[in-house]
């Protein structure tokens, strides 16, 4: 006995290619509420911290004196640890509740506090508890900008678009280390060519990556990687206090720090100790919060799969979403990594965060093809960006990304180029050729470009960063070779370092480079009518997406293109037996010359008559004019016809065969689906009146199957319909009419 066929195609699915795994705490495979998670608990003796979840001072690892000494706010950890969980959960939803009044209690929760609150939500839940909670009142998003080659022209290119595109921060990495100053360079160029205020970075190795800061080309930096448990962070050199003293070398610079932390990372180095994903990444986000930094990069992040191969994983990372949130914390909420082979997962996974909106709703969207993409392949990437738009604009949701036309996207790619071409020339470094700069205009991916000299590039890209060249030779080549305005916002990314208004929690620049952040953008979403609102001309510019037409573009007004005249004969002949009648619309050969399957009017009527010619019968067309209702044309016909058989045409194409003495919803045969008829198609439909008349059988009507095709037309058969009724002309009687094709 064979299997079923339905199971056989279903396990082809993509769905079906994604991992699935049993819980089992033993091994860290359990995503929240592990057996082996601590009970919420806190001892305050003298106004210090002397158990944390029922482990006593001196059985602290460095993680639980890290959040001891700077993670719990102990003024209110008395009033917080003491209310019940479930009390505070409904807070969380409860719109009466401001964000103030929570962000004091959550300051005063142990770890397992926080996971024991948050696991009385359902992701609904969350989500409504998410939308009150992010730092900042507008949504963003960040962009991911990388390109195999490593190409700069494409580079500045890239980042030019997107941030054209709305992005508000854009990070790239590197295939070979020692591009990072030119790939930081290019990033740098291109994202202050539309406009100024698009933060940037480049993910490297922290000593790096800290030199690129302070030559002025990065902004802001999220590599700061932490660990939930000793081990894991030891395994990575690093200790609470290390990672705590090297954002404050950021800040103390005037570049942006965020931390990176998220459920599974433990589990996939083998040091989870038992304990479940979230709970290790709670503690995670307190030695965040104990650190000063303005947020976290969570989502689970490169771990993504591994979560998500447990039952609850897509609900944990939106639990670890909104435990940041609730700490004050700025989140750049993940879905950069792949999450699954399956485009529905992976739309539901986002809708998680995309519609009660985060401070970054990926935290890397990957802007050109997921080949290009050096962290990973990407979860949603440049193939996707409609899709985006659209759902933005279903939802009527800001997920940070705006509309663009392509005549604006070339334009801006190619000043990019042209402005890199410049900075590259000025100071010295490997020429960038006129070729490179028009191939990367057009690029799908970097497979589009030319071969640059690899080796030559490296050699430049180590002097420029061991020699003396900064941002402020890069402003002056911009200047000197005419890309003043680009310049200029990189001159301005300079001064906003220096005043570290950005510094703030949340914190992304507007166009004028001001800080909108925590503290100047505040959340205060309270329910309906507060909060974030998408309106006026940031609604409209979301819904303006190139796609969308006018109903006249749609369906244009008629020009001659119905190749059929249709003049109005002196009187109605008189009927005979030998006749069949199509009786047509008021708008058709008129206001309407074409149907939903493209046939022109001429087309369709020499189809139908020669159809009834070909039974032996005459067809005789008749316009009725005060009606458009399908099923009361054939009705209206039929009473003129002498063999009492009619077939009703509307303008759109869709037709029935109607037979003198039924009523008007009762017919021989329907034809509904116009986009689904075609020449052969009415030509049978013609014959089959023909048959009716002769007390004939018909025979079938070839119909093609497009179940995409309502979906596809339904608009623009609307509008035709619409028409139709517009040349409704009442008490006007029926005419019978001359045709000339032509």
């Not at 719990?72 to 401001?98: H, K």
């Not at 500045?156 to 280390?177: I, K, P, Q, Y």
């Not at 994903?277 to 104990?290: H, I, P, S, T």
């Not at 801006?412 to 590259?424: E, L, N, S, T």
Request: charged content about 20%.
């Amino acid at each position: 006995m064979t299997g079923s066929k339905r199971f056989a195609r279903r396990a082809e699915r993509p769905v079906n290619k994604d991992t699935y795994v049993q819980e089992d705490a033993g091994l860290g495979l359990v995503v929240m509420d592990s057996p082996h998670d601590p009970r919420p608990s806190i001892r305050i003796e003298k106004g210090l911290i002397v158990e944390i979840d029922g482990c006593p001072a001196d059985r602290f690892d460095t993680i639980d004196r890290y959040i001891a000494r700077y993670a719990i706010n102990v003024e209110a950890a008395g009033e917080a640890m003491a209310m019940d969980s479930l009390a505070i959960a409904r807070m969380l939803v409860d719109i009466n509740v401001p964000r103030k009044r929570l962000m004091w209690l959550m300051s005063g929760c142990t770890p397992a506090k926080l996971c024991e609150i948050v696991s009385h939500l359902n992701v609904v839940e969350m989500m409504m508890a998410m939308q009150k909670m992010r730092a900042r009142q507008q949504p963003g998003n960040q962009a991911h900008v990388t390109n195999w080659r490593e190409n700069p022209a494409l580079m500045a290119a890239d980042a030019a678009e997107a941030a054209l595109r709305g992005f508000d921060e854009l990070e790239t990495t590197c295939r070979v280390a020692r591009m990072a100053p030119f790939n930081s360079l290019a990033l740098l160029v291109g994202s202050q060519t539309p406009h100024g205020g698009v933060l940037t970075q480049c993910a490297v190795e922290e000593g790096l990556n800290l030199r690129l800061g302070l030559k002025g080309l990065t902004s802001y930096a999220e590599t700061l990687s932490v660990y939930g448990t000793d081990e894991a962070l030891r395994d990575g050199d690093d200790t609470p206090w290390s990672k705590g003293l090297l954002a404050s070398a950021y800040a103390s610079r005037g570049i942006k720090i965020r931390f990176t932390s998220g459920t599974g990372a433990e589990t996939l180095m083998g040091y989870e100790s038992g304990k479940s994903m979230l709970y290790l990444e709670a503690r995670c986000l307190m030695l965040v919060k104990g650190s000063g930094a303005q947020g976290v990069q969570n989502g689970s992040i490169s771990c993504i799969a591994l979560p998500s191969a447990l039952p609850g994983g897509v609900r944990a990372v939106l639990a670890e979403n909104l435990i940041a949130a609730s700490l004050g914390l700025e989140v750049a909420s993940g879905n950069d990594a792949m999450s699954s082979h399956s485009d529905m997962r992976k739309a539901a996974k986002l809708m998680l965060q995309f519609l009660p909106g985060t401070d970054f709703i990926t935290s890397g969207y990957s802007s050109m093809p997921r080949k290009d993409n050096m962290f990973g392949g990407g979860n949603f990437d440049a193939d996707d960006m409609d899709d985006w738009l659209v759902i933005q604009r279903d939802m009527q949701v800001d997920a940070g990304m705006e509309p663009v036309t392509e005549d604006a996207v070339l334009a801006v790619r190619r000043k990019a180029g042209k402005a890199m071409q410049a900075v590259f020339r000025e100071l010295g470094l490997p020429a960038i050729s006129d070729a490179e700069i028009e191939a990367a205009v057009t690029a799908y991916s970097s497979d589009d470009m030319p071969e640059r000299d690899l080796v030559a590039d490296l050699a430049a890209a180590d002097a420029f960063l061991d020699g003396p060249l900064t941002a402020l030779d890069v402003i002056t080549a911009l200047d000197r070779s005419g890309h003043a305005d680009i310049a200029a916002n990189i001159l301005g990314m300079q001064r906003v370092r220096v005043a570290g208004d950005y510094l703030q929690p949340a914190a992304v620049l507007n166009k004028a480079f001001e800080a909108q952040s925590a503290f100047t953008d505040r959340n205060d979403y309270q329910g309906p009518g507060t909060g974030y609102r998408l309106k006026g001309e940031h609604l409209a510019r979301l819904a303006a997406i190139p796609q969308a037409r006018s109903a006249a573009e749609m369906v244009p007004v008629s020009a001659g293109r119905a190749g059929v005249g249709l003049t109005p004969a002196a009187n109605l002949s008189p009927p005979s037996e030998k006749d069949v009648v199509i009786a047509v619309g008021p708008a058709f050969a008129a206001e309407l010359d074409t149907t939903l399957c493209g046939l022109s009017h001429g087309e369709v009527l020499k189809a139908l008559m020669g159809g009834i010619e070909s039974q032996g019968l005459k067809p005789r067309v008749i316009k009725i004019h005060h009606t458009a209702d399908c099923g009361m044309l054939g009705y209206e016909g039929a009473k003129l016809s002498g063999s009492g058989i009619a077939i009703g045409l509307q303008s759109k194409g869709t037709a029935v065969i109607q037979r003198q003495g039924l009523a008007p919803l009762n017919n021989l045969e329907l034809f509904s689906q116009a986009p689904l008829l075609s020449y052969a198609a009415y030509a049978q439909i013609g014959a089959n009146a023909a048959s009716h008349a002769l007390r004939q059988p018909p025979s079938p009507v070839p119909v093609k199957v497009d179940n995409m095709a309502r979906l596809r037309l339904i608009v623009q058969a609307m509008l035709m319909h619409k028409r139709e009724i517009a040349s409704i002309s009442a008490g006007r009687a029926p005419e019978e009419m001359q045709v000339t094709y032509g």
